[in-house]
């Protein structure tokens, strides 16, 4: 009798002790779950895609993030800057690591992104500085540059002076006055006369259609258009070849579109400022995981350093810049082609047939 008794506790005993060492599996979706909350979480807020490269932007830095272990929840806010206020907010309910925003109005959003901060995420000013908030990085092009390279450019097409159209961008976009102050120095000794001025409200290119009719109703005699981008001097062109002007009328731009390339070496637009926007974007995404990691990008041994500051109006920030880049129609292999930004084949769709 004992000795089954012995049998018994013995086989309990190797029973409870399986038990032990057996717990509830997850499901499916548990453990996706899971393996989310260990990821990285970035929460990316565009503008809107209205410009052509907003796309490029977002499918660069999101599969550089998650080649890094990082998820991305993009959200595009479409102009309204209300929306994008409302998307940022739903990335701090969900505890994101890092915010990068591409801003609407860079001053509308400074109390939200205050609020971000007191919760603890890093922020990052994605190509446009969101002033008084203390973001942990701008990084953008050199916009103040880009002025100056339309500038020369005009200056370098136009030698004998003349009147120019001046065509901004949105007038809550930073780098808009950062471009209007590099292009007002470097027309500074020149003979070249901005005779009208406009802003196109959230980037929409029609109002540049407008605008350029608008100007030509109170000067005809004008030798060039500088336009705040690419997609801005699409429609100048349009209302100048409305004039029968297209082609006598010196543009410039910015952002080295497909269609801008294409015009320039047809001859309807005289040069384009270039933005390796893939560059740019792979660094943001690099810079958000190692603040998400806490790491110092100031530090010497930060894996991508952050060397300069900007003045956000509150406070010095860290500032990554890149340089961008003049393209007119005898570089446009070396820079826009040999870089892979564009094909040669699309580029000269209709010049080569």
Known sequence: MKRYAGILTAMTALLLLLLAGCSPRKTGEEQETALQEEDIQIGLSFDSFVIERWMRDRDVFVSTAQSLGAQVNVQIANGDVEEQISQIEYFISKD???????????????????KAKEEGIRVISYDRLIPNA?????????????????????QEALPEGGNIFAIYGSPTDHNVE????????????????????????????????????????????????????DDLASQAIKALAEHQMAGKVTVVAQDAELSACQRIVEGTQEMTVYKPVDELAKKA???????AEGEDITGTGAKLRVTDTVYDGTQDIPYYSIEPVAVTAENMDEAIIDSGFHLEEDVYLNVRQ
């Open 96 to 114: 994101m690591d890092v915010i990068v925003i591409i801003a609407i109005d860079g001053d509308a959003l400074t109390d939200v992104v205050r």
């Open 134 to 154: 203390g973001t942990d990085l701008y990084i953008s092009f050199d916009n103040y540059r880009v002025g100056v390279l339309m500038g020369e450019a005009l």
């Open 178 to 229: 950062l471009v209007q102050q590099g292009l007002s120095e470097a027309l500074e000794d020149s003979e070249l006369k901005i005779v009208y001025e406009a802003y196109c409200e959230n980037w929409l290119a029609e109002l540049a259609f407008d605008a350029v009719n608008e100007g030509l109703e109170q000067e005809t005699d004008i030798a060039g258009v500088m336009c705040g981008n």
């Open 285 to 291: 995404a690099q810079l958000a995981v190692s603040l």
